[in-house]
């Protein structure tokens, strides 16, 4: 069975303070909590096991919980306003970094800054954060 990805729905970010993944970026990494694809569709029916991993894994948007202090050297961008600070969701190159489980359980990508493609302006309703 192949889904078309609009059929897919996303679970809301969690608020920044209640990621604990327990890790620190170094060198020029940061940490992005990637955003979680739902086990059911908005018309309520469930998305197989294989597809929900396929797409998590595949992702490219999150949540830029924290990085290096190298990380986004503001030398190297023009405008020091667009540089990504963590709480902001940024979109990523597909497959990019390396997954690991945070200590709150959640997995959580490490990848070079270079990898990070944007930075969101306007989150949708459907994957916005948890009030």
């Known amino acids: 069975?192949?889904?078309?990805?609009?059929t897919l729905t996303y679970e809301p970010y969690p608020e920044i303070e209640k990621a604990n993944p327990g890790i620190k970026p170094m060198e020029f990494n940061c940490l992005i909590l990637p955003r979680k694809v739902s086990e059911k569709t908005a018309g309520g029916l469930y998305v197989?096991?294989?597809?929900v991993?396929?797409?998590d894994e595949a992702g490219d948007e999150g949540l830029l919980v924290s990085m290096s202090?190298?990380?986004?050297?503001e030398a190297d961008f023009p405008d020091p306003e667009a540089v990504p600070a963590p709480g902001d969701v940024v979109m990523f190159a597909r497959y990019a970094g390396k997954s690991f489980t945070g200590a709150d359980g959640r997995i959580y990508r490490l990848m070079k800054d270079k990898d990070v493609l944007g930075v969101r302006t306007i989150v949708p309703v459907a994957i916005a954060k948890v009030a």
Do not use: I
Not at 1 to 6: D, E, I, P, Q
Not at 48 to 51: F, Y
Not at 69 to 73: G, I, K, S
């Open 1 to 6: 069975m192949s889904l078309h990805t609009s």
């Open 69 to 73: 202090p190298l990380a986004f050297n």
């Open 53 to 55: 991993e396929r797409e």
């Open 48 to 51: 197989p096991r294989g597809a």
